[in-house]
């Protein structure tokens, strides 16, 4: 798994890692070559076998749909979902493929949320990422255009106040990302959200929770407040999805249970998520 899923991070992150114990060991694979096999599949939501039509555009859900348009990131996340299908998912990289993503959304009129991700979707140049957002954004039926990017904590620089510019032109896009821990809320990322807030741009966070990152109630607190700070509202916490090569970062759910109560009798709403888990074949998102 270790030689499939290659150890890689941009020289931000890799600057961040050695400040910081809980963000590196998001990006180290060392341990991964030693862990024996856990029994999850590599492709538990079956993204690469799902069929819509559309190589690139996956539908779970019959208000919304994932647009890959990348197969890069900033970083390999360890406990990256997707950490099999990097490489070998196709994406709407090509005019055809965007066009065709964007017939089948004209032909479900339900869907009113696109996301666009990947890989990263920031991992794009602004031309051509602007090109897909834009497609999408012009449909009358479609409210929300979602950039799904963890540029902010992972590549901060990459949220330029030029980008934010042209991603607040059509008032439709939100942009999520990525914290884990506190560490990666640096004044740097607080300037890039701020770049994207500033424009009306509405930045959420879907935080993982991992075993020996965030996985006390101080920690995940100290998050929690940090975002809020930085104008970035949390959003989800998700418990760590059933993909193979991410045993190490389980937290036990009685202990996330306790996590989700401290922390909801510490902290206002406004800067409370839902502590959720992903389930392959659930009509929603599940509590926990």
């Known amino acids: 798994m270790a030689e499939d899923f290659p150890e890689s991070a941009c020289a931000y992150a890799r600057a961040l890692a050695a400040k910081s114990k809980r963000f590196a060991r998001q990006i180290s694979a060392a341990p991964e070559k ?15 076998s799902g069929k819509t039509g559309c190589p690139a555009l996956r539908q779970r859900f019959p208000d919304r749909v994932l647009v890959r348009v990348s197969n890069r ?10 950490r099999a299908l990097l490489g070998k998912s196709e994406t709407a990289d090509t005019e055809e493929r965007l066009a065709g993503c964007v017939k ?3 032909a479900h009129p339900r869907v009113r ?14 031309a051509r990422l602007m090109r897909i957002v834009d497609a999408f954004a012009a449909l009358p039926q479609i409210d929300i255009v979602r950039v799904c990017t963890r540029a902010l904590s992972a590549n901060p620089a990459r949220v ?8 607040s032109r059509s008032k439709k896009v939100w942009v999520n990302t990525q914290f884990n821990c506190a560490d990666e ?3 740097e990322a607080r300037a890039a959200a701020a770049r994207l807030v500033d424009r009306g741009i509405p930045v959420s ?11 006390s109630p101080a920690e995940m607190l100290r998050l929690l407040r940090a975002l809020s700070a930085a104008r970035i ?16 970062f389980r937290v036990p759910l009685e202990r996330a249970r306790r996590i989700e109560r401290i922390c909801a009798e510490s902290i206002g709403g406004l800067s409370m998520p839902r502590f959720v888990a992903d389930i392959p074949g659930a009509k929603r998102k599940q509590p926990i």
Do not use: W
């Open 34 to 48: 030693r862990a024996p096999a856990d029994g999850y599949p590599e492709d538990p939501f079956g993204e690469l």
């Open 73 to 82: 990131c900033f970083m390999n996340c360890r406990h990256c979902t997707r």
């Open 104 to 106: 089948y959304v004209l």
């Open 113 to 126: 949320d696109v996301l666009i991700s990947g890989g990263d979707a920031l991992a794009l140049p602004d």
């Open 160 to 167: 330029t106040a030029s980008l934010a510019g042209k991603l």
């Open 185 to 187: 809320v640096t004044p």
């Open 205 to 215: 966070c879907q935080t993982v929770l991992l075993k020996g990152v965030n996985d």
């Open 233 to 248: 509202r949390p959003y989800y916490v998700f418990m760590c999805d059933p993909v193979a090569g991410v045993g190490r």
